[in-house]
């Protein structure tokens, strides 16, 4: 199960260079001029996870697979790329196959450095990018709502639902706000989704600092944390600049250089938790001798489809799946021990799987 993150933002505000950091490689080149990024790369990372450590460390596994999240670097957009301005649609379409956002703002000066608009304010970039997003979501709402006309006047039931999810959204933009303002009920969320409105996404704002305000923030990412808390968006200071030169690092090194900084953990592993957390995802683990791996679900995925993350015939041939607490697992010592004390338990098709779980499937071939 894939999951990707789109990084978005103006030109130079340091997506590319985040990127690399992210993907330990330089393959998103980083230069101080616009659109140097001509198409969207794609990295896989991996999630940090220490449970998952101590699992295997308990289970004495002969290897660690942590879960991973995809991110896409996409090109700076610009005012006017909804009407073809700067790279135009191209880079809309590429944001509309991500399931989020992490926008990346400049927040910090740096005469070196051009800003495509001259003035350093990330609340008016993210302003400008919003409302790109959202005229590009109008333009694509009115061809829709357009192609629709025929199959309501023939009395088609789908299409109706359609026209009224997107009238809903148009409703919204036309008064300024977002998609992911609309109140979508439960049995309308699928449909909701394969609506792929760019400004439905969930958003995360991502503060590029300078070194000195990588721990604390500054003035500019105190404003973008204030708008994203009238939002109900996410938020995470972090200095592109210091995670670049982290990801080149051995383990030990990068661990005295943030301690040099006086930072208690890497910007990255504190974005790629808050992209998880964005998305709604859990983690259950799956842990033996041969390996102690990590598996990403949805938030209220139920047993059968947990374990056809693994495997199709898992999710086909379900029977039931065994399931310990991952704090009864390191209380008890291991499997065993949590089978002594009673701590593992058979759960059915129905089990709603909980972020922690370390699960053994059992199944028909």
């Not at 990084?7 to 690399?20: M, R």
């Not at 808390?229 to 200071?237: C, D, H, L, R, W």
């Amino acid at each position: 199960m894939g999951f990707k993150t789109g990084i978005v933002g103006l030109p130079n505000v340091g997506k590319s260079t985040l990127f690399n950091a992210l993907t330990k490689t330089a393959a998103a080149q980083a230069a101080n001029f616009p659109f140097c990024t001509i198409e969207p790369n794609v990295g896989e990372v991996s999630v940090p996870d220490a449970r998952l450590d101590k699992l295997a460390e308990i289970a004495g596994s002969a290897k660690i697979i942590p879960t991973r999240m995809t991110f896409v670097d996409i090109a700076g957009l610009v005012k006017g790329a909804s009407q073809g301005e700067g790279l135009g649609n191209q880079f809309l379409a590429n944001i509309r196959e991500c399931d989020a956002i992490a926008h990346v703002l400049r927040c910090f000066e740096d005469d070196d450095i051009t800003h495509v608009s001259g003035t350093i304010d990330p609340v008016e970039d993210a302003e400008v990018i919003e409302t790109e997003l959202m005229l590009a979501d109008l333009e694509s709402i009115e061809k829709r709502l357009a192609g629709l006309v025929r199959k309501i006047r023939g009395g088609d039931r789908e299409a109706k639902e359609q026209e009224d999810l997107l009238q809903r959204a148009k409703r919204a933009l036309e008064a300024g706000k977002p998609a992911r303002t609309v109140e979508v009920a439960e049995d309308e969320e699928k449909s909701w989704r394969m609506l792929q409105l760019l400004t439905a996404k969930k958003i995360l704002y991502v503060c590029n600092v300078d070194e000195e305000s990588a721990g604390t923030g500054n003035k500019f990412s105190e404003a973008v944390a204030k708008m994203a808390a009238e939002q109900g968006a996410g938020s995470v200071v972090i200095s592109a600049a210091i995670e670049e030169e982290i990801s080149q690092l051995e383990p030990e090194e990068a661990e005295m250089f943030l301690n040099e900084m006086g930072l208690e953990e890497a910007g990255l592993d504190r974005l790629i938790r808050a992209g998880y957390e964005l998305l709604e995802l859990k983690t259950y683990f799956t842990v033996g001798p041969k390996e102690a791996r990590a598996w990403t679900i949805l938030n209220g995925t139920l047993a059968p489809a947990a374990a056809g993350v693994i495997h199709g015939d898992f999710e086909r041939g379900f029977i039931r799946g065994e399931t310990i607490a991952y704090d009864d697992f390191i209380a008890c010592g291991g499997e065993q021990g949590a089978k002594e004390k009673g701590k593992m338990r058979a759960e059915g098709k129905t089990y709603e799987v909980q972020d922690g779980d370390v699960l053994h499937f059992l199944f028909n071939t």
